[in-house]
């Protein structure tokens, strides 16, 4: 399988992370990518290829024009101000608050486009995000071309981020809009399989009015898992998209036996939509040592997985999302994708 990589995504590389009430090295780092991309040259998994460039027009068919005008210019504006940590919101427009207003103060536009606190904004990070964004769609061109799956190491990650909003890591929907490209190419129906730790609440909320896109997540309940607020079975999608969202909360210490057994719900599910496409929205955390979650996968059952997916028998593109234990995130990530490969 080809792998779609840059050094480009190296250019966020955020010194903070507001976590337990600290201020720590983030868990979405830079190292995430060269450990993944020398496992997969260990393995000799496939061709790694630079990606190419699709500007921003894929970016604007998902997201709002004043989101990524925001996402281009905080890094400046925040400095501007005389500000000297990094950016993090302190402020929301939460309940009882007025949500319609975007006020001019660059403190105010942070928490008016933040969904989390945890995701420090830093110079490069816009680059990356754009970045990221052209390894999904170099991915899915391959898959549209050839029929022969491909893996997009996206970094940063996508699957939290709204129309507009970043968070949970994510700055632009990585999934989103390479599913919205096919579509555009000519494709009727795409199913996005979020496998993920935590659930995809951007993706869901940017298709859950729509019924060419299915969208699944297997995910920790979002009663005791991050993003808190959405994932709940009882999401099913709206209006045209009624029965087209499709969510599979599971509790702490879920292992590999009822993980499994969700994958197999959600897998039958894609077969009666009969979709074009598949994407892989490809967390490996989790993996049963990652350190921000609670599943108990084990690295080699990863390749069950992939094994899994492959029995589904679509054009499929992987990208990648979460997975944290960096140690592992190798072998966990390549082990799905060898398991695919058969
Ligand atoms: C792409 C992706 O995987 N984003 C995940 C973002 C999660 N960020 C918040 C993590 C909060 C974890 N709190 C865990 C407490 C463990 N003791
Ligand atoms: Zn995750």
Same mark, same amino acid.
């Given at each position: 399988?080809?792998?779609?990589?840059?050094?480009?995504?190296?250019?966020?590389?955020?010194?903070?992370?507001?976590?337990?009430?600290?201020?720590?090295? /983030?868990?979405?780092? /830079?190292?995430?990518?060269?450990?993944?991309? *020398?496992?997969?040259?260990?393995?000799?998994?496939?061709?790694?290829?630079?990606?190419?460039?699709?500007?921003?027009? %894929?970016?604007?068919?998902?997201?709002?024009?004043?989101?990524?005008?925001?996402?281009?210019? =905080?890094?400046?504006?925040?400095?501007?101000?005389?500000?000297?940590?990094?950016?993090?919101?302190?402020?929301?427009?939460?309940?009882?608050?007025?949500? *319609?207003?975007? %006020?001019?103060?660059?403190?105010?536009?942070?928490?008016?486009?933040?969904?989390?606190?945890?995701?420090?904004?830093? /110079?490069?990070?816009?680059?990356?995000?754009?970045?990221?964004?052209?390894?999904?769609?170099?991915?899915?061109?391959?898959?549209?071309?050839?029929?022969?799956?491909?893996?997009?190491?996206?970094? /940063?990650?996508?699957?939290?981020?709204?129309?507009?909003?970043?968070?949970?890591?994510?700055?632009?929907?990585?999934?989103?809009?390479? =599913?919205?490209?096919?579509?555009? $190419?000519?494709?009727?129906?795409?199913?996005?399989? $979020?496998?993920?730790?935590?659930?995809?609440?951007? !993706?869901? $909320?940017?298709?859950?009015?729509?019924?060419?896109?299915?969208?699944?997540?297997?995910?920790?309940?979002?009663? $005791?898992?991050?993003?808190?607020?959405?994932?709940?079975?009882?999401? !099913?999608?709206?209006?045209?998209?009624?029965?087209?969202?499709?969510? +599979?909360?599971?509790?702490?210490?879920?292992? +590999?036996? =009822?993980?499994?057994?969700?994958?197999?719900?959600?897998?039958?599910?894609?077969?009666?939509?009969?979709?074009?496409?598949?994407?892989?929205?490809?967390?490996?955390?989790?993996?049963?040592?990652?350190?921000?979650?609670?599943?108990?996968?084990?690295?080699?059952?990863?390749?069950?997985?992939?094994?899994?997916?492959?029995?589904?028998?679509?054009?499929?593109?992987?990208?990648?999302?979460?997975?944290?234990?960096?140690?592992?995130?190798?072998?966990?990530?390549?082990?799905?994708?060898?398991?695919?490969?058969?």
């Amino acid at each position: 399988m080809l792998t779609f990589h840059s050094e480009e995504t190296k250019k966020r590389q955020a010194r903070t992370e507001l976590y337990g009430g600290t201020l720590v090295p /983030p868990f979405e780092c /830079p190292e995430r990518v060269d450990i993944i991309i *020398d496992r997969v040259r260990q393995v000799g998994l496939g061709e790694v290829r630079l990606p190419g460039t699709y500007g921003l027009e %894929p970016v604007l068919a998902i997201h709002d024009a004043r989101y990524i005008d925001f996402l281009e210019t =905080a890094w400046d504006e925040w400095v501007a101000a005389g500000l000297e940590g990094e950016p993090i919101p302190s402020i929301w427009p939460a309940r009882r608050l007025r949500s *319609d207003v975007i %006020p001019d103060n660059i403190d105010g536009k942070i928490g008016y486009y933040a969904l989390a606190a945890e995701t420090s904004l830093s /110079p490069g990070t816009f680059e990356a995000a754009d970045t990221s964004k052209d390894i999904a769609l170099s991915a899915l061109d391959h898959v549209l071309h050839t029929g022969e799956p491909a893996f997009g190491l996206c970094r /940063p990650p996508g699957h939290h981020a709204a129309v507009d909003q970043y968070g949970g890591y994510c700055f632009f929907n990585n999934a989103a809009i390479a =599913a919205q490209c096919a579509l555009n $190419d000519g494709m009727q129906r795409v199913a996005i399989l $979020d496998i993920d730790f935590h659930h995809g609440n951007g !993706t869901q $909320d940017i298709f859950y009015d729509r019924d060419d896109v299915l969208f699944l997540s297997l995910h920790g309940e979002p009663n $005791d898992a991050f993003p808190y607020y959405l994932g709940f079975a009882d999401e !099913t999608g709206q209006g045209k998209g009624e029965s087209f969202n499709v969510n +599979y909360p599971l509790p702490r210490h879920t292992d +590999y036996a =009822a993980w499994s057994q969700a994958l197999d719900q959600a897998i039958a599910r894609i077969r009666a939509y009969r979709p074009e496409l598949l994407i892989v929205s490809l967390g490996v955390d989790t993996f049963e040592k990652d350190p921000i979650s609670f599943f108990k996968l084990k690295s080699e059952e990863f390749i069950d997985c992939g094994r899994r997916l492959k029995q589904i028998g679509l054009p499929t593109t992987f990208l990648m999302e979460g997975g944290y234990a960096v140690e592992e995130i190798g072998i966990n990530t390549v082990n799905v994708l060898t398991g695919f490969d058969g």
